[in-house]
């Protein structure tokens, strides 16, 4: 099924990676039918054999679908979507100074937050990276990978809204690159 899974996400130049992320919550939805659902998320007994593959657009060896892949979620969508390499690292903090800098992000730009405290970041790194979808004043819509949903520890690819600050998270920036659009 992992395999049928990554075959059908977009794999064309005339794609974005917004695209390529948008597929994957329709596998979600359950678009495809239920028994492809599970594979958007972590798995609480093996590896996720989809979630791991997003590594191959990274130098990282993952540790399962426990390591944090978001940043690899992000550039396995530019490579499906043939936009070449984005930052080639499992970190988000990689996407910090990734190509443009921007105020007024259009849906499918990059969002990229950082950990609020320094004493909760065992790497100066630490964060979380998606796409952009929404502002919604003090909060901004996501879509993307490795994204907790509800009060468990369901980390799987959707659409959420994040606090711009929190005791977790805080907003770094907005990035815009051509290949996004």
Sequence with gaps: IAKQIIAKAPNDRRS?????DRYFLKVGDGTYGDAWRPYVQGWPVRWNP??????????????????SWC?????WCFQRAQKGVATDSASSGSFRGF????????????VV??????????EEHQGHVGFFVADHGDDVEVLGGNQIVGHERSHMICSRLFAKKS????????RTDPRLH
């Design 16 to 20: 974005t990676p917004y695209d390529v």
């Design 50 to 67: 989809v979630i791991v593959t997003f590594f191959d657009a990274t130098k990282t060896v993952p540790e399962g679908d426990v390591t």
């Design 71 to 75: 940043a690899a979620f992000v550039n």
């Design 99 to 110: 190509s443009s800098l921007t105020t007024t992000p259009q849906i499918g730009d990059i």
């Design 113 to 122: 937050f950082q950990r609020t405290h320094p004493m909760t970041q065992v």
């Design 167 to 174: 005791a977790v998270l805080t907003l770094n920036s907005y």
